[in-house]
């Protein structure tokens, strides 16, 4: 792949998506429903078609000439001493080739499936708008070879999700929803930039190639690079939904759900992955910052789980299941499992996207109906949707030789040779429970909706969702089952395609170890692992389907503050709420009680009351006799004459 | 030429004049005297400055001279017209009583 080609390959997936946002935001409310929905779709649709380009370049290309950087433009130039230059770079490498695929392809049926579930929505041009543009901006931040570039893609994410979650903005809570995402995602947007500043600072570059072969900067393990890592692990917490900056993601479910599907599944929730593997240089130098990355990400995965298992609310199921698996990925990256977090990446877009577009069918058959306690037994109503919700749930289950079963014991069998010492196989045993909860709060959906009797009279008259709806869950369907296959086994030594597409971007880091020889102790893992799935999935058949035991009684068991702080989602929205939000609300009522009249309307109103005064007073020279101007004239004079003619000389 | 020790004489005699003036202009609430009042410093700036030319050997201070009594004039146009048309309201001609434009 020469320049030009790679110049002309980003231009063309940058400017789809970005020519339909505009079309459809400045001519969709013209032109109507049918020319958005054909923009709409057919924008991602190219830009699918060149990320496939893209993909066929990177595979083509020789080996170790796989990764190319072009520069569009120069942005600024600092010249002088600084030497610093700010360009338009983008690179094209086989992780960036991934991240196109998944987010063009997985977009692209989202949108189609879109134009079924928008159908009856008067606001179709601005949504779809808005996906454009969210598409645009995924993927400039997954090009960007520039920490600006990088910046700016970033926060443009955290723009369309913020335009999507509020989308229907007469709704209240949706409102509330998007804001509470935004000033999240800005958390994570400061740490992130905080963290630039300190590698320009050191490297005196913005340009993450440069940067990356400027690491002599940094000493290996010191505190620089450790905050450095801490902050862009901020950074990616925020976006991903991890603990602590977690309690936006089941709020964001009030948008529609192609955006839960697109968005807060499959593509931008996944960014703080992607931007930790991009930095896997730098985070190789700070063995602290990657435990921490590690630990949160198992810890979020195994609280989301537990969260999971008693939410009613259909979306929100799958939403804390989102935060669960986005976990584990996190905690891919953080033992430098880095193409196993990758893949797992990519067969959870797809299995991630095709249950909340599943679930969408349910909703939009039921008119909108989310609780999970009011559906059950739509097998027979739904039998396309139920079978790839079906599938859907098996591959996020683990369940064997689904797609999540290849991906998840990929990177959970990575940690059992990942390092020295007992800390790697303690995270694998609770990477373990995380399987097994997995199965759980999967099947507990899964049976509560789809199998037993139906709980109301409205399940009777569901109908099927219309083509549009359909086709892609489908095609996802398909592909959460077969997708895997092909590309990775978990073992060593036998099928690594997808591993060996994307090693050379994580040259020189860990993850080569997965090649190592040691096939008895990733044997023994993956029948643990395998067999924790199972074991999952079976309790939830028990429980949920046969009901015996019954779920009630079982629960029955454990002392009440168990089954209640899971409801309660660890109170942590309570927690933020007493800690950080009450005390600023205060804060404010104080400042608006004491220091606004007192301090602020004290000194302004004073500069006016002290005029007022003052010019109260000069107004009775004004009397309106002339003799009295006339005294007041002369005397003046004269004084003038006198200071004039004595003094000043 | 006139004799220089009448300069200080001449130059009091404007004073005087002035002082007259501007202390009718004070006391008086007749517009017409006060207008009249008003001529005389006036013309004692007259006599000041045709002085001031005489000793200095400058024809600027009578040039200047006729140009005060140009605009004298004029003001006495547009004064006496004022006067008139108060006096034409039935209105008693007493500055003091005319103060309607302070508010």
Sequence with gaps: MNVGTASTLVVLVLL???????????????????FVNIVGTVSIFSAFVVACFVLAN????????????????????LGGGTNLSVGMDFTLDALSALMLMVITGVGFLIHVYSVGYMEHDTGIARFFSYMNFFIFSMLMLVLAADLLTLIIGWALVALSSYLLIGFWHDR?????????AFITQVIGDVAL???????VLNTHTLSLPNIFARTQAFPAGGALITGICVLLAIGAFAKSAQFPLHTW??????????????????????????????????????????????????????????????????????????????????????????SAGM???????????????????????????????????????MKWTHLAFGAGSLALGGFFLFSGWFSKEDLLGFGTVSGPGMFPWVLYIVGAGVNILTGLYAFRLYFTVFQGEPQTAR???????????????????????????????????????????LNPVFAGSQSQLFHSPDIGLATIGLIIGTAASLVGIGLAARLWYEHKPDAQVVLAQFPRWIPLLSYNKFYFDEIYDRALVRPMKAVARTTRRVVEPDVMDGWVGGVGDLLKGFSVDLRSIQTGLIRDYASLFTVFAVILVVVWVFIAK | MLNPNLFPFLLGLAAFLFTVGAA???????????????????????????????????????????MVIVVAAAEVVVGLALITQIFRLGRELDVDDLSEMKE
């Design chain 1, 249 to 338: 993601l089941p709020d964001a479910m009030e948008g529609p759900t192609p955006v839960s599907a697109l968005i807060h599944a499959a593509t931008m929730v996944t960014a703080g992955v992607y931007l930790i593997a991009r930095f896997h240089v730098l985070f190789n130098l700070a063995p602290v910052a990657e435990g921490m990355v590690a630990c949160v990400g198992m810890g979020t995965a195994v609280m989301a789980g537990i969260i999971a298992l008693s939410q009613i609310d259909i979306k929100r199921v799958i939403a804390y299941s989102t935060m669960s698996q986005i976990g584990l990925m996190i905690y891919a990256v953080g033992i430098g499992a880095y």
């Design chain 2, 24 to 66: 009718g202009v004070l006391i008086r609430r007749n517009p017409i005297v006060v207008f009249m009042c008003i001529e005389l410093m006036l013309n004692a700036a007259n006599v000041a400055l045709v002085a001031y030319g005489r000793f200095l050997n400058s024809e600027e201070g009578q040039i200047f001279a006729f």
């Design chain 1, 172 to 180: 209240p809570t949706a409102v509330a929803a998007a804001r509470k």
């Design chain 1, 16 to 34: 789809f998506p970005l020519l339909g946002s505009a079309l459809n935001g400045f001519l969709g409310p013209i032109l109507g429903r049918r």
């Design chain 1, 58 to 77: 990177v595979i083509g290309a020789p080996a170790g000439h796989a990764s190319i950087t072009v520069r569009l433009w120069q942005w600024i130039n």
């Design chain 1, 343 to 381: 893949f797992h990446f990519m067969t959870h877009a797809i299995f991630k996207a095709l249950l909340f577009m599943a679930a969408g069918n349910v909703i939009h058959a039921l008119h909108d109906e989310q609780d999970i306690r009011l559906m059950g037994g739509l097998h027979a109503r």
């Design chain 1, 193 to 199: 930039v905080i963290a630039a500043f300190l590698i």
């Design chain 1, 459 to 501: 399940v009777f008259a569901v109908k099927e969702a219309g083509k549009a709806m359909l086709i892609p869950v489908v095609i996802l369907g398909v592909l959460a089952v077969v997708v895997a296959w092909p590309l990775e086994f978990p073992l060593p030594n036998t099928i690594h395609v997808f591993s060996d597409f």
